[in-house]
């Protein structure tokens, strides 16, 4: 499995980092921005992430952004729904408005932070990520 953690959060960035790195091949990236850019790159390789843990709160471009843009992404490329990158978003912005606006805009999965390791373990069995 390839994993892509987007976190401008050290601490975190290494928390999340520590507990992937025992079910997947981790890149990582700081900001919004270079989500996308580590997106693109990943699929023009023909490596495509099966699995991005996206922050909210991020400079240059927030969580949100990534989201649409990855989603519109793949709807340009008609990407079928099933195939779509996996988008678990982990963010400290647990109120209902936040949650809504994620799964309307096409996350998979909200985890509130912290994070709860055995709920994140068992969504990715779920998703069909982990065995």
Do not use: W
């Not at 099966?50 to 990534?66: E, K, T």
């Not at 990158?85 to 985890?111: P, R, S, W």
């Amino acid at each position: 499995m390839k994993v892509l953690i987007v976190e401008d959060d050290f601490a975190s960035r290494k928390f999340i980092m520590k507990f992937m790195e025992d079910y997947a091949v981790c890149d990582v990236t700081v900001d919004g921005m270079e989500a996308v850019d580590a997106y693109m790159m990943a699929k023009d390789d023909g490596e495509p992430y099966d699995l991005i843990c996206l922050d909210v709160m991020m400079p240059v471009m927030d969580g949100y952004q990534v989201l649409k843009t990855i989603r519109d992404m793949e709807t340009q490329e008609g990407v079928a729904e099933e195939d779509r990158v996996k988008i678990i978003m982990m963010t400290a912005l647990n109120q209902e408005q936040h949650v809504k606006k994620a799964f309307d805009m096409g996350c998979t999965v909200y985890c509130a932070k912290p994070l709860d390791l055995d709920r994140v373990k068992m969504v990715m069995q779920k998703l069909g990520l982990l065995q």
